[in-house]
């Protein structure tokens, strides 16, 4: 129930953290795979790395803000496999350096009043649109080639619990992810199109200035503030991952699955 292979996957985000921990985890079963990023070079690197070690990985230059480029990058993963299984919308930004900040401030971007406008502009644009962007291509052409398919969209805990660290707009544009998904859930269900979400909590990687990469102190706080005892390694996400895009989940859709070490409860 868990195989994948002979399938194929989409990963925006791809180049770094968690959704080149996904592309991992779908080339490692079988599946072939697009790594997308606006970090075009990254994406390359690690679809080389990918395909060294037998898997068929490809890369693609692709902010998820360009809907242009979206739609392109779509068509291309379709013409080089012939259909598209799995779609991780997976791309994300923390506007400021709050991120698992080990000073663990609040409002680290200022107050609703101070906070700058272009950053809402900006985290709602990537986090939130670039979601949308992401699915809207992925599901046509899931629809258009009429075998189903999972959607897997990175929400975070904060979706669901004030995580004032992070900046202003971070926390309701995953809350609209969590409704989106919800609602898409069921729109997608009578084309055996599922729409699932993964909400970590803390992940050691690049986000909002990779804190807990590059400051052990900050690994430190933040180890002793989730319940489970440490924070997690993008590694740890592959299980989770390869369940909601194998058949295993298949009467799973709308859910929002937290993976946070008890960070929310
Ligand atoms: P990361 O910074 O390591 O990886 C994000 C990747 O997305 C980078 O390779 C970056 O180049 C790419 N990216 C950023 N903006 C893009 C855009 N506009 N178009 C295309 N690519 C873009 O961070 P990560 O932690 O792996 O983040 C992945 C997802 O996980 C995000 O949605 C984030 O909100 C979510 N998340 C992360 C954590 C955590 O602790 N790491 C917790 C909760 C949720």
Redesign the pocket.
């Known amino acids: 129930q868990f195989r994948i292979d002979g399938r194929s996957a989409f990963v925006?985000?791809?180049?770094?953290?968690?959704?080149l921990a996904f592309a991992e985890a779908m080339a490692e079963a079988g599946c072939a795979v697009t790594l997308?990023?606006?970090?075009g070079e990254?994406a390359e690197r690690e679809a080389a790395r990918l395909a060294q070690q037998g898997a068929e990985a490809r890369a693609a230059a692709?902010?998820?803000?360009d809907r242009a480029a979206m739609a392109a990058a779509v068509d291309a993963h379709v013409a080089a496999f012939g259909g598209l299984d799995i779609l991780f919308a997976?791309?994300?930004?923390?506007t400021g350096a709050g991120?698992?900040n080990p000073a663990g401030h609040r409002n680290p971007e200022g107050q609703v009043d101070t906070y700058d406008p272009e950053r809402w502009d900006r985290s709602i644009a990537?986090?939130l649109t670039?979601i949308y962007n992401t699915i809207r291509d992925g599901v046509r052409a899931m629809k258009a080639a009429g075998r189903g398919g999972s959607v897997i969209v990175?929400?975070?805990?904060?979706a669901v619990v004030n995580e004032p660290i992070v900046g202003l707009a971070y926390m309701p544009a995953?809350a609209a992810v969590k409704h989106l998904v919800e609602h898409l859930g069921l729109e997608l269900a009578e084309f055996g199109i599922r729409v699932n979400a993964i909400?970590?909590?803390?992940?050691v990687?690049?986000?909002g200035g990779g804190w807990l990469k590059k400051d052990p102190q900050a690994r430190k706080k933040w180890d002793s503030l989730v319940p489970l005892g440490r924070v997690a390694e993008?590694c740890q996400i592959k299980p989770l991952a390869l369940y909601l895009a194998s058949d295993a989940s298949n009467y799973m859709t709308g859910a929002h699955l937290m993976i946070d070490g008890g960070m929310a409860l």
């Open positions: 925006t985000g791809a180049a770094s953290g968690l959704g997308s990023d606006r970090d990254g692709l902010d998820v803000t997976n791309a994300g930004i923390d991120f698992w990537v986090n670039g990175t929400s975070s805990n904060a995953k909400a970590p909590g803390p992940f990687t690049n986000i993008p």
